[in-house]
């Protein structure tokens, strides 16, 4: 057993998103799809660590209790560069989001009780091969797989669950990009980072003539980062015993809004370029840590009837993302940029999301209407909708009758 400190494992995930960088810049189907640093970098040592502990008997424990901090950090700094007058302008793109995620959830578990079915398969499985882990992720994951456990002594029912949870992460990353340079190369959509053939030039650096960021502006970012920590984690204890359960995370993006926008007006002026780079440094820390613990042990053991339920789920988002969320939201790059963010919450995370757009609108150039539409909706709107469904189906007798 090689055990990491909390220095060491945090050096291990900066090389490793290192070598991620490298490995997307220089391979030309990482780069051409779009695949988020942290993925490829951390499924390569989560396989270099399997086939260590396989074949070499020795295996290697990372310190990773900063991760939720990584994540909170990492939300704060979503709201801290939320600005509310682009979500008013984006509230009709935003409407059209929310009209387009309802229905993927009923498909998504309709999805799952048809594989669950087709695989002689409790239907809660199909259930926890649907929302609960995809959009739902571990936490709600989880959740429901002690309550399947208890009411319905289902076997292995928490290891399927996070397995589920960790693959989706994986999936939710890998088909994102793919499906939006596809949909971007089938209706000639382009970013402003994109060169224009036969035009001539190449697309300015917005950012050339722009005052370069000061350590000072980081330290004042950083701030209010922490800030939202701090006041989201007292947030949350208040309504903790609230009849509606709402994210920790949640309560950090909404003070970071409440900072940003009200902020201005006491004289505050945060550099949303060093605010981003925090949350973009935090979340790459935190989905390489993620994927580097990924267990291919435990994946490969309760591989089979899963592989293929989150196989099927996965075709599915990509074609409901590509022809269903991409036509009702305008068909344009914002809308290219969004349908792959919702492969990210759908398959995986909120973070996963962010990823995937970071991704592709480092390579194309940015899509501010998007970083406010999905981080509404991935950290809030879609648990509300989510909670809605799931105990909807649930409570039907041929599902769970809980």
Known sequence: MISLTPVQSLLACCLVLVIGRVLTTRIGVLARYSIPDPIVGGLLFAVLAYLLSTWGGVSVSLETSIKPTLLLLFFGSIGLTANLKLLAKGGPRLIAFLLALIPF??????????????????????????????????????????????????????ALAMTSATLGLVLGGVVGGPVAEWIMRRHKLAGSLDHVPGDGHEAPDLMEHAPASTAGSYIVSLTAALVCLVVGGYLAALVEDAPVSLPNFLWCLATGVLIRNGGERLGLKLDDRATEIIGTISLSLFLGMTMMTLDLSSVARLAGPLALMLAVQTLVCAVYAAWVVFRMLKRDYEAAIMSAAFCGFALGATATAIANMQALTRRHGPAPEAFIVVPVTGAFLVD????????????????GGM
């Open 105 to 158: 959830l009923v498909l998504q578990n309709a999805v799952g009780l048809g594989m669950a079915w087709l695989l002689d398969m409790h239907p809660l499985m199909g259930l926890l091969g649907g929302t609960i882990t995809l959009v739902g992720g571990h936490g709600t994951g989880a959740a429901y797989a002690t309550r399947f456990a208890d009411f319905n002594n289902i076997q292995d029912v928490m």
């Open 384 to 399: 509300i909708l989510n909670v809605i469904v799931l105990t909807s189906l649930i409570s039907l007798p041929f599902v």
